[in-house]
């Protein structure tokens, strides 16, 4: 399998030759730190999820209702014009199950995330989240989901103030 | 080779801030602000007018990998053709003016934004630029190497301390009169040499402070600029140029980046003796001493002669060469690669004004890089 | 406008890690593109270099950085970035350079690093997802594909058979790229039974992370012509990103790169590129990715190109050939470099210096392409000779 040849240069190193010390390497880390400005739209999102609401905002000119609401419709171009509370049930717009955290190592139990497609919303607005409490062959693009809230006591304003979603 | 002068003008600029921090919009809601000022200074719909968008950010200093994801929304480009160029905002603006001659855009806009005040530790930042095997070791936060340069300037042309305190006095007292500098202020040359010693002899008042802000810029081919403005602001000249990246390298006393930008652009735009056919210039005063070694790289004056002149009151508001009206970023504060768009900006709206016809905006990436820009404008 | 063309090209080996710094590999790729033009340093006007997230390097400003060993210390220099699109967008900032007239010769390199990032590169995708409401959840890239790959599949009643036979493919033509990581005999089945990732992503449907280099050298016509017998020309160039609001977009289908490719095929005087276009590296970092693409770039009918893929249509010998090179499922992928690879591979194969990978069909007009963000960016460039 493969081919060795010369024509390409490069000096390949097998995972055993790095781990082993033959060649030197200089190591260094930079925990870098932000605080990002929420502004206008954002801070309004994250109060509302804080209040175990979900908003959107809506756009007077291509009339559709945005979810994640922002402060300035994209396919018009102008200043989005009205708040809106949207349900905090939706479906499946797509799915996947995934076995691997971010950094490649294996999950010890397979998480199902997905693009929920938010009622009130327009159609094919929503949000990544995740699924829980159900076997990942019994979710599909179209399945009713609702989301699970943490206790008002316990959300901060986050989008993580949504647990998760649960199959009907 | 040889690129054509006056084939595009600036027709638009929309600013939102600089502020020490902005709080009260995120990065998006900011470039729409300026993007949004900018289009409407000339009826243009970016939705459907504008052929080429590109953006100018560094993934670090937004705090977000493939940054260019974030690009299009806030400027009126999704789903339309948007790059995202990481060099300082005349470089980008370079790429639209070509696009616009290839014949491939009629209308480009350039946006670059920053919020240096969502980056808690920019110290790292600044290190993490610099090369990992021999030079980030002894360089800190990229100030210690400002001190080397300056101190290598000052020796190499028998400059003095004050002569480069007197820069800072210049352009943080000239942002007095210019609503964007936050950072204006009054100062005696012996204030700002008895301001805080950061690394000899570097001190406080020399360095430009970190703002948020965001500019955007609009750019017209030739027939078009006429049909949207009476007032477009022709690209006369552009160039852009790196030198090494290894810093011991470098001629630490010569702005070389700037000198062969200014080639560049002198040639395209057919300028033989830069001194007598400019009228003024917004250059690169990230620390006080660039603005003089600016000045030399651009050839206006000769090299080591910065100094005397500035000290003469040439590069005065009322000088005979009047050099960063606008304060520079010592006195609007230093928004890295966006801080070359806002260069541009001042000297659109000076020719604008109607005080000059003709100028040169410079810019440099800020520390520890060696590339910059330079770009020629007439009336 | 003036006419441009490609006049040599050169990479480095693509694999998981390798010594050579950034630095070096970008040397390497571009000392290769120069010598195979028979060109020196000196003749270059100017650079152009792309380079994928900074974070894997671990260097800040890395354009900056990589300066000296992409040639373009004391010359005008310029590094662009489109995310995974960036590979075909360098010779496309190439070529505008070219094309305005400012500069005569232009060098175009494509380098990434991946392999530094510690304790695996994939870890620094979860910093390009939005960082106040996505990071939260653990978002990780390959969820993304995934989610994309599924609502393909659903949209067009496709099945994980008709996606692997691309793996297969790509995996079997890289045999013959002296340069590829990951070539190798496999089956539908092997892909089948390999170990799920992010369902329905299985590990043999995905591209690896890679360290390598590409380089490939523009120039005008009329300095082409001195330097070569045989130049290729850039005769179409497109580009778009759509929003960054990924949830809001219906992921069946690339718009985008519908849009960039138009853009290029208009410029290139292409009506029916089914029919016109001999050859194509379409952009692979998935199996099923491959069969997006050529249906956003119109080489197939939206959910036809599984068919195409079947009938053996884009295979070597096919009508349509569709990744000779073995693409970067085969040969690897090392962002910036990999799309740059793309380019080089429909140059040589326009010049028949494909070697064994050499197309069966006579190639007049191929077409590269490449993808990225978060899955937004579509470039395009329709080669001649």
């Not at chain 2, 590109?54 to 053709?81: F, H, K, N, W």
């Not at chain 2, 980030?136 to 190499?156: I, K, Q, V």
């Not at chain 2, 802000?213 to 007032?231: C, H, I």
């Not at chain 3, 009329?222 to 020309?233: G, L, M, Q, Y």
Request: glycine share 10%; proline share 5%.
């Amino acid at each position: 399998m493969g081919m060795t040849d010369n024509t390409f240069p490069g000096t390949p190193i097998q995972p055993d030759e790095w781990k082993g010390n033959r060649y030197f390497f200089k190591e260094a880390e930079f925990p870098l730190r932000y605080s990002w400005d929420s502004g206008i739209a954002i801070s309004r999102f994250l109060q509302g999820l804080k209040e175990g609401r979900i908003l959107g905002t809506k756009c007077f000119r291509c009339k559709r209702t945005l979810v994640p609401p922002r402060a300035f419709c994209e396919r018009c171009f102008r200043q989005a014009d009205e708040w809106v509370q949207v349900k905090d049930t939706g479906k499946v717009n797509t799915y996947s199950v995934s076995y691997v955290n971010s950094d490649a190592s294996r999950r010890s139990e397979p998480l199902i995330v997905a693009v929920i497609e938010i009622d009130g919303a327009s159609p094919g607005m929503g949000f990544l989240h995740v699924i829980r409490k159900i076997e990942p062959s019994e979710v599909h693009v179209g399945t009713k989901v609702h989301a699970v809230w943490k206790g008002a006591s316990e959300r901060v304003g986050s989008i993580l103030d949504i647990s998760h979603f649960e199959v009907y | 080779m040889h690129m054509k002068s006056r084939e595009a003008a600036i027709v638009a600029a929309g600013c939102s801030g600089p502020l020490a921090i902005s709080p009260h919009l995120s990065y998006k809601e900011m470039t729409f602000e300026a993007a949004r000022r900018a289009y409407s200074q000339v009826s243009i719909d970016p939705r459907k007018d504008v052929d080429s968008f590109i953006a100018c950010e560094e993934d670090l200093v937004e705090g977000t990998s493939i940054t260019d994801e974030y690009a299009p929304d806030q400027m009126g480009g999704a789903q339309r053709s948007v790059c995202t160029v990481t060099q300082d905002g005349i470089n980008a603006l370079a790429q639209a003016y070509m696009q616009i001659v290839a014949g491939i855009a009629q209308i480009a806009v350039i946006e670059s934004h920053v919020k240096m005040s969502n980056v808690r530790n920019k110290e790292l930042l600044y290190n993490m630029a610099m090369d990992p095997y021999i030079e980030r070791e002894f360089l800190g936060d990229g100030l210690p190497l400002a001190a080397l340069e300056m101190r290598r300037y000052m020796h190499a042309y028998s400059v003095s301390e004050e002569d480069i305190a007197l820069v800072a006095v210049k352009n943080k007292g000239n942002g007095l009169t210019n609503p964007r500098a936050t950072f204006a202020g009054a100062y005696t040359t012996d204030e700002a040499m008895n301001s805080k010693e950061i690394w000899s002899p570097l001190r406080s008042v020399y360095v430009s402070k970190p703002a948020d802000g965001a500019v955007v810029l609009v750019l017209a081919g030739r027939d078009r600029a006429r049909q949207l403005t009476d007032s477009p602001v022709w690209i006369e000249g552009v160039g852009w140029f790196s030198d090494t990246s290894y810093i011991a390298l470098r001629d630490l006393e010569v702005a070389n980046y700037a000198r062969g930008a200014a080639r560049m652009a002198y040639r395209m735009a057919g300028i033989e003796n830069p001194a007598k056919w400019a009228q003024f210039a917004e250059v690169d005063d990230t620390l006080a001493h660039k603005e003089l070694q600016h000045l030399e790289a651009l050839g206006i004056f000769e090299p080591g002669e910065a100094a005397e002149v500035t000290k003469k009151g040439e590069t005065a508001r009322n000088g005979s060469f009047p050099v960063n009206l606008s304060g520079g970023s010592l006195a609007e504060g230093d928004l890295g690669d966006t801080g070359a768009l806002l260069r541009t900006l001042e000297a659109f709206e000076i020719i604008r004004g109607g005080r000059f016809e003709r100028g040169i905006v410079q810019s440099w990436r800020g520390l520890p890089s060696a590339s910059g820009s330079v770009m020629v404008l007439g009336e | 406008m003036r006419r441009v063309a490609v006049v040599g090209a050169g990479m480095t080996l693509f694999r998981h890690r390798m010594l050579e710094t950034g630095k070096e590999m970008a040397f390497e790729a571009s000392r290769q593109a120069l010598d195979s033009a028979g060109l020196e340093r000196k003749d270059v006007d100017s650079v152009v270099l792309g380079s994928a997230p900074d974070a894997f390097d671990g260097v800040h400003m890395k354009g900056e950085y990589l300066t000296d060993g992409a040639g373009a210390f004391n010359k005008p220099y310029t590094r662009v970035y489109v995310g995974g699109g960036t590979g075909v967008f360098i010779p496309i900032a190439a070529w505008w350079q070219v094309a305005s007239g400012m500069a005569d010769i232009v060098l175009a390199v494509g380098e990434e690093k991946m392999s530094p990032l510690q304790p695996h590169p994939q870890y620094a995708f979860w910093s390009i997802f939005d960082h106040t409401l996505e990071r939260p959840l653990g978002v990780t890239l390959l969820w993304i594909f995934a989610l994309e790959m599924r609502r393909y599949m659903h949209a067009y009643s496709v099945s994980e058979e008709d996606i692997a036979l691309v793996a297969v493919k790509n995996k079997g033509n890289a045999m013959d790229h002296p340069a590829a990581q990951l070539p190798a005999r496999i089956t539908v089945e092997d892909v089948l039974k390999s170990e799920p990732i992010c369902w329905p992503v299985k590990r043999l449907d995905v591209s690896p992370t890679s360290d390598g280099a590409a380089a490939v050298i523009l120039a005008s016509e009329d300095v082409a012509r001195k330097i070569t017998d045989d130049p290729v020309w850039i005769t179409g160039v497109g580009w778009n990103v759509d929003t960054t609001y990924w949830t809001n977009r219906e992921l069946a289908y690339p718009e985008y790169l519908e849009k960039a490719a138009r853009m290029a095929y208009k410029m290139a005087g292409v009506e029916n590129p089914r029919r016109e276009i001999d050859v194509a590296e379409v952009y692979d970092p998935f199996d099923y990715k491959e069969l997006h693409h050529m249906e956003g770039l119109l080489l197939a009918g939206k959910g036809e190109a599984p068919k195409l893929t079947k009938e053996g249509v884009t295979g070597k010998d096919g009508d349509l050939p569709v990744n000779p090179s073995g693409g970067l499922l085969g040969v690897g992928n090392p962002i910036a470099a990999a799309g740059m690879m793309k380019v080089a591979e429909i140059f040589w194969q326009l010049r028949g210096e494909a070697g064994r990978r050499q197309v069966k069909k006579p190639a007049k007009r191929g077409l590269a392409q490449a993808w990225g963000d978060l899955m937004q960016v579509g470039t395009v460039v329709v080669m001649e000779r």
